[in-house]
């Protein structure tokens, strides 16, 4: 073999090692970037797609009145919502927090969120967070109680409101005494901590690029649908 086809071949070689460390970089970087379920705070409090490249986030607290308007748009709505999340590769999750009970001393928001994240250390989230969205619907909201902020303010809910949800979404004793020994107390205030970072308001919505704080109590599924679409586009 002469000098000049050797000195062809060793520039080929090296092409092909440079085009295959390129590609194994490449590959590297792709196994490393976090997929929508890299992001999540907790996969209990999530909902939608299996292979989601889009995560849209909620932050809320359960005694806000204008987050229950928009949980409750989409519980009217469960089944357009799944299939919204399936078609778009969307994971949905709810970071819930206790940030009225900070804000404004309501114990009910911290009471809540505990019994919450009791429920969702049994698996038993979704079923817990709609049934307590729907309690306070038919024992308050409907009737004009802590509904807005110049509704007349939930003064007489029961020490066992939150403890009755759990047992009608079929939670029992280790629910019971998580509540009872506040085990969750400090994944809520955690969690709270970290929202207070992100979130401008309850209930803040990050979709995509998209980010807005707030939501009227005479809004429903139509905007709902809006602001979910509203994250596609960016």
């Not at 000098?3 to 520039?11: D, L, Q, T």
């Not at 038993?124 to 024992?139: M, P, T, V």
Request: charged residues 25%.
């Amino acid at each position: 073999m002469n000098e000049k086809s050797s000195s062809h071949i060793s520039r080929i070689v090296a092409i092909v090692v440079v085009v295959l460390v390129f590609v194994g970089l490449i590959a590297i970087s792709s196994s490393q970037k976090q997929t929508a379920v890299d992001k999540v705070w907790r996969t209990e409090m999530t909902v939608g797609s299996e292979d989601a490249t889009r995560l849209y986030v909620m932050y809320t607290d359960l005694v806000c009145p204008y987050c229950d308007v928009f949980s409750r748009a989409v519980l009217d709505h469960w089944d357009e919502f799944l299939a919204f999340l399936d078609e778009h590769k969307i994971l949905f999750e709810v970071r819930l927090t206790d940030t009225l009970y900070l804000g404004n001393g309501y114990e009910m928001s911290r009471d809540s969120a505990e019994a919450a994240y009791c429920a969702a250390r049994e698996n038993k989230f979704w079923e817990y967070y709609h049934g307590a969205i729907q309690a306070l619907w038919d024992d308050y909201h409907s009737k004009g109680i802590g509904s807005n902020k110049t509704a007349t303010p939930i003064t007489n809910l029961p020490s066992d409101y939150w403890q009755k949800i759990g047992h009608r979404a079929g939670l029992g004793d280790d629910f019971d005494e998580c509540i009872k020994t506040h085990a969750t107390a400090t994944e809520v205030e955690d969690a709270t901590t970290k929202a207070a970072r992100t979130a401008q308001g309850m209930p803040t919505f990050i979709f995509g690029k998209f980010t807005t704080a707030g939501f009227s109590d005479t809004w429903g599924w139509e905007e709902v649908h809006a602001m979910l679409e509203a994250g596609l586009s960016n």
